[in-house]
């Protein structure tokens, strides 16, 4: 690529982490733009007028233009890579993980972690003390559909690492941040060693 890559960040979100994870994979160079999400630096005039009228991060900038999205700005950057398939139907599989990252997984283990981590029992509203068991439940849904279609298998599609791994690698190996027992999971947990593993890989904290 050679349109200058920004991305607009908060370090701790998984979601964000998604993107540097693309990046180092496919050795692409780029800037992090940080801000505070509990600061409210996602809904300034600038912010909202420039980088996401949505007020929410990451967005990936190339160039003069801005994607929202992780999920979106991972399939932007993987696209003809060897991050997704050539296969038709293998790439439609990618998807199907992607979509399912952002539905049955994402809303529930990234939430119940953000409000432990980040908001604290203590400060939960009443809204969130209900919702906990809920989320709580429909995160370990997601693990225990992930174990089951892990086992045999090194990565979720094909034998090689793909962007669906990438988007569920990025809340599954810090779950336990929010209480989920990954031990129950042995597949699950075979495949985040296995993530890890792969050249190029880069931790969160990185």
Not at 47 to 75: C, H, K
Request: charged share 25%.
């Amino acid at each position: 690529m050679t349109e200058k890559i920004v991305l607009h960040e908060y370090a701790q979100s998984g979601n964000c982490y998604k993107i540097r994870l693309t990046l180092a994979h496919l050795g692409i160079p780029y800037e992090r733009r940080e801000y505070d999400i509990l600061k409210g630096e996602t809904r300034t005039p600038e912010f909202l007028s420039t980088v996401n009228s949505n007020g929410r991060i990451p967005v990936l900038q190339v160039g003069d233009r801005y994607l929202p999205e992780s999920n979106a700005a991972m399939w932007y950057l993987a696209e003809g890579t060897k991050l997704v398939p050539s296969d038709r139907w293998d790439r439609a599989d990618v998807l199907r993980w992607m979509f399912f990252e952002q539905y049955n997984h994402e809303p529930n283990i990234a939430t119940l972690r953000f409000w432990k981590m980040f908001v604290g029992e203590d400060n939960w509203t009443d809204a969130q003390k209900r919702l906990a068991t809920s989320k709580k439940d429909g995160g370990d849904a997601a693990l225990a559909l992930m174990n089951e279609h892990l086992e045999g298998r090194r990565f979720f599609v094909g034998d090689t690492l793909t962007i669906a791994d990438i988007a569920l690698f990025a809340y599954t190996h810090v779950a336990p941040d929010a209480d989920f027992d990954l031990k129950a999971y042995p597949y699950v947990m075979a495949w985040v060693d296995a993530v890890q593993l792969e050249p190029g890989h880069v931790e969160m904290s990185a």
